[in-house]
């Protein structure tokens, strides 16, 4: 089983910052990447940015690039999504990701609303 625990959305004005967590506990230790998505209303879900657990590579979507960083922590399996100039386009719920293997495990997400 994995547990997926995520914290920091909330509402902010455009141009502000927040900070997202995503605390990942039980069997992750074949961890593969972790990262975010996000799904806007009457949109798909879409990636936003993961890390590779074994080399600490990043990837970010061209639209989040420049504005969000990801980091880690690996002693506490977490990893940080920290979010720039906000725009309102960003308002969604953002979803952490864990994936082991082919398995995929989610978060039960947290929303983000970014006012103008």
């Known amino acids: 089983q994995v547990h997926l625990v995520e914290s920091g959305g909330g509402l902010v004005q455009a141009g502000g910052s927040l900070r997202l967590s995503c605390a990942a506990s039980g069997r992750i230790f074949s961890t593969y990447d972790m990262g975010w998505y996000r799904q806007a209303p009457g949109k798909e879900r879409e990636f936003v940015a993961a890390?590779?657990?074994?080399?600490?590579?990043?990837s970010y979507a061209d639209s989040v690039k420049g504005r969000f960083t990801l980091s880690r922590d690996n002693a506490k399996s977490t990893v940080y999504l920290q979010m720039n100039t906000l725009k309102p386009e960003d308002t969604a719920i953002y979803y952490c990701?864990?994936?082991?293997?082919?398995?995929?495990?989610w978060g039960q997400g947290t929303q983000v609303t970014v006012s103008s």
């Open positions: 990701k864990l994936r082991i293997s082919v398995l995929g495990y």
């Open positions: 890390i590779r657990w074994s080399d600490g590579s990043i």
